[in-house]
Nanobody, 119 residues
Framework: QARLVESGGGLVQPGGSLRLSCAASGPILRIDTMGWYRQAPGKERELVAGITSSGRTNYADSVKGRFTISRENAKKTVYLQMDNLEPGDTAVYYC?????????????WGQGTQVTVSS
């Protein structure tokens, strides 16, 4: 079965940068839209950024101008470059992707990676 694995989270000071990666693996036939979500303690999961298979992107207003989503289709990987981080960006970050594996077409989620912005 297909799966997504995130990496790159950690502790960073305000104003710092982090780059998250999310790699898909398994018997994947096709990957469509990929995205990043985040969930802070006591809050609902929210969209951070998304990218289609053709490279069209969208962002939450709160991260526009600071975060950049990109993907390498050959590596089945999506990235989230996060610059000028703020304490309000602290959350568990999850990637997702619409994929077809040897079974059905459905939405997959990664296990999440913690990002903490603090001095």
């Amino acid at each position: 079965q297909a799966r997504l694995v995130e990496s790159g989270g950690g502790l960073v000071q305000p104003g710092g940068s982090l780059r998250l990666s999310c790699a898909a693996s398994g018997p994947i036939l096709r990957i469509d839209t990929m995205g990043w979500y985040r969930q802070a303690p006591g809050k609902e999961r929210e969209l951070v950024a998304g990218i289609t298979s053709s490279g069209r992107t969208n962002y939450a207003d709160s991260v526009k101008g600071r975060f950049t989503i990109s993907r390498e289709n050959a590596k089945k990987t999506v990235y989230l470059q996060m610059d000028n981080l703020e304490p309000g960006d602290t959350a568990v970050y999850y990637c997702n992707a619409y994929m077809i594996d040897s079974g059905a077409y459905r939405l997959y989620w990664g296990q999440g990676t913690q990002v903490t912005v603090s001095s």
